[in-house]
């Protein structure tokens, strides 16, 4: 496994140099590969199976699992820990689990494991002096590393099988885009459980060998003191932790100023968010794109090819078409599906042979069920997805563009369109807005300030307030949700 080779060496060069940086301690490079090498011999004696679990706060833990588990040849499956207890058994039974990495704390904040898995706890082992140094064992770069399980927005979560090229081909895309060295030093919050904290801030600042500051909760003012203190280069998140950063009263331009890139994915990017935090940092927010199926990146912005709304061009050895409904290949300009085909796209899902065969056309590029465009020289604009497209008196309309303009208005935080059966005109759009501290709502206005920047079938029908909007594990608005509590609220209000 070229990945893991490259990890350890990169250890072993700089062993003393500090690697992580977490809420609990810092790591040398070294004190991974050593706790590494412990844990490897406790998953040996506790677990048979091919996969081994990992659920772990977003930490110097997580690396230190995940190479354990590695050198043993096994697959590494990240769990999540925001999951219902039902969620989290379908996923361990489902993956083969009979182990999982973790520590107490976890266990306390999930309810604990299903009963058919064993926890190997971190917390309790003592990690003294340096075990007997074990060869890793022989993988081939076809050989499944990691199993994903999607958030679960429609349906039960779907394992996504990244292999070891896989991981190894999309670092080196980014590092190849970027110009990552071991200069840098990375500044994140996702959780490791999600593909872009595993990939980007992860396995990235581990095989190039820079350092990375980890936070295992959002809390805004924690960011900026830490940003402050480590001065980092690099800063990952995704655009609502964006949005809250800047109404951080008390951060400055000066706290960030050693940023050279400000990256965001997981959701697209509100223009609302991205001005702000360029009026009040001075820095211009770097867009990515990607999904889990892609190990996560397949395009990014950098700050010198900024244009408003692009997630940039694709990365190296990525070729990615736009494709009408029929299949045909659309010019630029012209909005259809993305597909992707690359070395870091996926080998199928788990256990789901029909699903996996459906997921690639004709050709083998990926379906991804975005909508998006390209301009004349390759940038990509993503306009929404396909299941989330409404068509109102035969127009289709993207809910993207609505809540671009409602997020622009004063008063408004975050908001979420879905669209409602109408017998005239197939659907109309329904808005939930999240609103800034200390303002009122006021349905008027915003319907108003909508007919003002939108074509009038586009106008929300009704706006309605929500306290907070429904999000999954790493931020992203939940539309399905809403829909659901909408058709709740219809079908009781019928009369029976």
């Known amino acids: 496994m070229k990945l893991l080779t490259t990890i350890q060496r990169r250890i072993l060069l700089r062993p003393w140099r500090t690697a992580v940086i977490d809420d609990q301690r810092s790591w040398r490079a070294i004190e991974i590969q050593i706790v590494a090498w412990h844990l490897a011999r406790e998953i040996e004696a506790t677990s048979q199976a091919q996969h081994i679990g990992i659920m772990l706060p977003t930490s110097g833990l997580f690396p230190a699992a995940a190479i354990a588990g590695w050198m043993l040849g096994r697959t590494i499956v990240p769990l999540n820990y925001l999951l219902s207890k039902t969620d989290l058994s379908y996923v361990c039974r489902d ?94 919050v996702l959780p490791q459980f999600h593909s872009f904290g595993l990939t980007v801030l992860t396995l990235l600042p581990l095989a190039v060998g820079c350092k990375v500051v980890y936070t295992a909760r959002f809390v805004p003012r924690r960011i900026v003191a830490l940003a402050r203190q480590h001065r980092p280069t690099v800063l990952v998140a995704i655009p609502s932790m964006y949005g809250a950063l800047r109404l951080v009263k008390e951060a400055s331009a000066e706290d960030l100023a050693s940023l050279r890139f400000v990256v965001s994915g997981g959701e697209p990017l509100p223009q609302a968010v991205s001005d702000g935090f360029h009026e ?95 301009d004349h020289d390759g940038h990509l604009f993503i306009t929404g997805r396909i299941k989330e497209m409404l068509i109102i008196g035969g127009e289709n309309v993207f809910p993207r563009e609505i809540e671009e303009v409602l997020d622009r208005h004063e008063i408004v935080k975050a908001s979420a369109v879905i669209g409602v059966h109408d017998e005239s005109r197939g659907e109309l759009p329904v808005a939930f807005v999240e609103l800034k501290e200390g303002c009122v709502f006021d349905e008027r206005a915003l319907r108003s300030w909508c007919r003002d920047h939108l074509a009038q079938f586009k106008v929300p029908r009704e706006i309605r307030l929500c306290e907070a909007l429904p999000r999954n594990p790493t931020g992203k608005i939940l539309r399905r949700a809403l829909a659901e509590e909408l058709a709740a609220k219809s079908a009781s209000d019928r009369p029976s």
């Open 95 to 188: 993956a083969g689990l009979d182990a999982c990495v973790t520590v107490g704390p976890m266990l306390e904040f999930t309810g604990g494991l299903p009963e058919f898995v064993r926890p190997i706890r971190m917390d309790s082992m003592k990690f003294s002096g340096i075990p007997p140094i074990r060869r890793s064992q022989r993988r081939a770069e076809s050989d499944l590393a990691v199993l994903l399980y999607t958030s679960g927005t429609s349906g039960k979560p779907k394992g996504v099988m990244l292999t070891a090229g896989n991981l190894r081909a999309n670092i080196e895309q980014v590092v190849d885009r970027a110009r990552f060295s071991r200069a840098d030093t990375m500044l994140g």
């Open 280 to 374: 009040r940092f001075g820095l211009r927010i770097s867009e990515g794109y990607g999904l889990t199926e892609t190990a996560p990146a397949t395009n990014w912005c950098l700050p010198g090819e900024w244009r408003r709304g692009s997630v940039g061009r694709a990365l190296i050895g990525i070729d990615e078409r736009i494709v009408a409904p029929d299949g045909r290949d659309l010019p630029q300009g012209e909005d259809g599906e993305i597909r992707i085909t690359g070395p870091n796209v996926m080998s199928g899902y788990w256990n789901l042979p029909d699903e996996s065969r459906a997921a690639f056309d004709e050709r083998g590029y990926f379906r991804t069920g975005d909508m998006g465009r390209f």
